[in-house]
Nanobody
Framework: QVQLVESGGGLVQAGGSLRLSCAAS????????IGWFRQAPGKEREFVAA????????SYADSVKDRFTISRDNAKNTVYLQMNSLKPEDTAGYSC?????????????????WGQGTQVTVSS
């Protein structure tokens, strides 16, 4: 089992940057793919980015490609989401999730463990 805690959210102006962290505990973390998802008020949760257990493969939603970067440090049991060139439409609650599979899947059903989330607000 994996426990996840997100941090790093906040209020930023459009064009700014934030780095989210997803700290994990549990012995299976290092073999788990990790994904980031977000949910804006009144909208469904959507995929943002994912990374395989080795960090060798990443996957991004088209809306964040070339602006966001996902990475992981297994020695620190932490996954990061570097968000640059933020836009007001990036405003959402961001959650990380751990998969019992090793692929960088974009579908929620592949992820069994979820954190509580951290809020990102981008002002125009």
């Amino acid at each position: 089992q994996v426990q996840l805690v997100e941090s790093g959210g906040g209020l930023v102006q459009a064009g700014g940057s934030l780095r989210l962290s997803c700290a994990a505990s549990g012995r299976s973390f290092r073999s788990s793919a990790i994904g980031w998802f977000r949910q804006a008020p009144g909208k469904e949760r959507e995929f943002v980015a994912a990374i395989t257990w080795s960090g060798g493969t990443t996957s991004y939603a088209d809306s964040v490609k070339d602006r966001f970067t996902i990475s992981r440090d297994n020695a620190k049991n932490t996954v990061y989401l570097q968000m640059n060139s933020l836009k007001p439409e990036d405003t959402a609650g961001y959650s990380c999730a751990a998969s019992e599979y090793r692929g960088a899947y974009q579908t929620e059903s592949f992820y069994a463990y979820w954190g509580q989330g951290t809020q990102v607000t981008v002002s125009s």
